[in-house]
């Protein structure tokens, strides 16, 4: 089945800092892929919608100078955090959509992002 | 919008004990459903899936039926074991313009299956 590999899995970055999480789709081409953002013992929250070649589209109260994603290819999309805080600690997972009704989404393993 | 709700957990029980995790959804037209599972440190997995009313789908033990009419796709398993303990998450698919499907997700529900 189709992979979504997602780099790093773990991070840990101070505060202030900017941290770059890597989305690739390994054996299909991805024109769209999602980011999400799980809390601790919580659902997974829709940030954004990448798409390749335009701007990303964001969900409501997700700040978009501040989680800044790049589609750069069809099979790379990134989400970086720029300037942490430690309120930005989180689980971050992509997933690049099923094109076919009834198609699953594909996710990445998904990135533990800690900020000290 | 599209929406998935699912009962509250954490939901704890023996091994094996029969295993039911409601969900319901809202939905215009006719997604289709997912349960996917979380493991401890770990990314989701696809569980099972249905695509149309009526529909079953089924692994590792798990079923989960697709009932247009209560609009709920509830998973159950005969008899659980320790080994899945785990966050269950009941998902729908949502249509993004030509862009494919992005995934709504449930809550999710913790289980715990004790020894």
């Known amino acids: 089945g189709a992979v979504v590999s997602q780099h790093p899995s773990w991070v840990i970055c101070k505060s202030g800092t900017s941290v770059k999480i890597e989305c690739r789709s390994l054996?299909?081409?991805?024109?769209?892929m999602f980011w999400y953002r799980q809390f601790p013992k919580q659902s997974l929250m829709l940030m954004a919608t990448?798409?390749?070649?335009?701007?990303?589209?964001?969900e409501q109260g997700v700040e978009k100078d501040k989680f800044l994603i790049n589609h750069a290819s069809l099979t790379l999309s990134t989400l970086t955090v720029t300037s942490a805080h430690p309120e930005d600690s989180s689980f971050y997972i992509c997933s690049a959509p099923g094109h076919l009704s009834g198609a699953e989404a594909f996710f990445g393993q998904g990135t533990r992002l800690t900020v000290v | 919008g599209n929406s998935v709700t699912q009962m509250e957990g954490p939901v704890t029980l023996s091994e094996e004990a029969f295993l039911t995790i409601n969900c319901t959804y809202t939905a215009t037209g006719y997604p289709s459903l997912f349960w996917y599972v979380q493991y401890p440190g770990e990314g989701l997995q696809l569980l099972l899936k249905a695509t149309k009313a009526d529909d079953k789908g089924s692994n590792k033990g798990f079923e989960a039926t697709y009932r247009k009419e209560t609009t709920s796709f509830h998973l159950e398993k005969g008899s659980v074991q320790v080994s899945d303990s785990a966050v269950y998450f009941c998902?729908?698919?949502?249509?993004?313009?030509?862009?494919?499907?992005?995934?709504?997700f449930g809550a999710g529900t913790r289980l715990f299956v004790k020894a």
């Open positions: 054996d299909f081409q991805a024109t769209t």
């Open positions: 990448s798409n390749e070649g335009s701007k990303a589209t964001y």
């Open positions: 998902a729908l698919s949502d249509q993004v313009g030509t862009g494919g499907f992005k995934t709504i």
